[in-house]
């Protein structure tokens, strides 16, 4: 039978510490990077259920394209709405609000990856209800 010397047993506790804290970090950047609206994050947890049911308001067929919808922040700015698409707050033209209500009651948007052309532009945006 081997004994565990109490400098082993620090050690040991202190890499388990470090791993816990690692694995939370991981955990919350990760969330705080879905909520910033980027490109594909948080986009196959709610793919089924929800945005492969979607369509776009002017009958051009889905608001999803592969990885086009993710989770996101909104917010009202006077008249107008604004989300988060990559990162940057950017303005929701009216038609481009989806009436319905997304299963976890937050704000979602359908874009594609906001570079060159498509800066700016929205398929869908999903608002969190009116309270």
């Not at 009436?99 to 979602?108: E, F, M």
């Amino acid at each position: 039978m081997s004994t565990i010397t109490t400098a082993e047993l620090i050690m040991m506790t202190a890499k388990r510490g470090i791993a816990t804290v690692c694995a939370v970090s991981v955990f919350l950047c990760a969330g705080a990077v879905a909520q910033e609206g980027y490109y594909g994050v948080g986009h196959q947890h709610w793919h089924m259920e929800f945005y492969s049911k979607l369509n776009r308001n002017d009958g051009k067929g889905s608001c999803c394209n592969l990885y086009d919808c993710r989770p996101t922040q909104s917010r009202r700015v006077g008249d107008h709405y604004e989300v988060k698409v990559d990162g940057e707050w950017t303005r929701v033209p009216n038609d481009k609000i989806n009436n319905v209500v997304a299963p976890d009651g937050g704000a979602h948007v359908c874009a594609p990856r906001q570079e060159g052309a498509n800066k700016g532009v929205l398929f869908c945006v999903i608002l969190p209800p009116v309270s």
